[in-house]
């Protein structure tokens, strides 16, 4: 059966320092990997989407990157966090045969507090 | 760009009574998915919508796609206090094998029974 890891599930991280968060998926092969973020009580941003490795496509402007090294793993990054960094960050993965089965699994999410 | 609108963003019930959340496109969907995200949780895939005028159960819960595949509903019969959370519903308008799996989400209907 598949899964997906995140970790850390908790990090509290000064303004301006650096980030790392990251995403593996278990038991399906070129799987479609996503980032989401996730501001309290709001909902869910799409941040990043990739279709196989190295492939990375960025929905909306930020200080966030993602990159893809290997074909089950999907890493988000920032070089300087900003207080409005903030949030539950979600990683998901799915996989398209067809329109009909692009069901999104989510990961346990990080919860991000920026001081 | 495509946009998913999902209302009411709160809803307070009493439990024992029913509970319906909306989402309207503003484009034609090729599939739309609800999705429950507990308090402190990630969000869980419920049911996948692909027809027009479809309808779908699970237990208390009813799932209706529009005729026009652009809007649907979910609706609870006789909530229970396990029924809390918040409801997304997420729609898709890709087609064929470029689909990347992209879903677009509404901001979701939170849930609070009164036991």
């Known amino acids: 059966s598949q899964t997906i890891h995140q970790w850390p599930a908790t990090l509290v991280q000064p303004v301006g320092s650096p980030l790392s968060l990251e995403c593996t998926v278990e038991?399906?092969?070129?799987?479609?990997l996503y980032w989401y973020r996730q501001a309290a009580g709001r909902g869910l941003q799409l941040l990043f989407y990739?279709?196989?490795?190295?492939?990375i496509s960025s929905e909306v402007p930020q200080n966030l990157s993602a990159s893809r090294p290997q074909d089950r793993q999907f890493i988000l990054s920032s070089k300087k966090l900003l207080l409005s960094d903030s949030g539950f960050y979600l990683c998901?993965?799915?996989?398209?045969?067809?329109?009909?089965?692009?069901?999104?699994?989510f990961g346990p999410g990080t919860r991000l507090t920026v001081l | 760009g495509q946009q998913v609108m999902q209302i009411p963003q709160y809803q307070h019930v009493q439990e024992g009574e029913d509970f319906t959340t909306y989402c309207n496109s503003s484009?034609?969907?090729?599939?739309i998915q609800w999705y429950k995200q507990r308090p402190g949780g990630h969000p869980v895939f419920l049911i996948q919508?692909?027809?027009?005028?479809e309808v779908k159960k699970q237990k208390r819960l009813t799932f209706q796609f529009g005729e026009a595949k652009k809007n649907s509903s979910l609706h609870i019969t006789a909530t229970q206090t396990t029924d809390v959370g918040t409801y997304f519903c997420?729609?898709?308008?890709?087609?064929?094998?470029?689909?990347?799996?992209?879903?677009?989400f509404g901001q979701g209907t939170t849930l609070q029974v009164k036991p």
């Open positions: 990739s279709v196989g490795i190295g492939q």
């Open positions: 484009t034609t969907l090729s599939n």
């Open positions: 997420a729609g898709s308008s890709s087609w064929g094998s470029s689909n990347t799996g992209k879903l677009i």
């Open positions: 998901a993965w799915s996989v398209s045969v067809d329109f009909s089965t692009d069901t999104q699994y």
């Open positions: 919508l692909v027809k027009s005028g």
């Open positions: 038991g399906t092969s070129n799987p479609n």
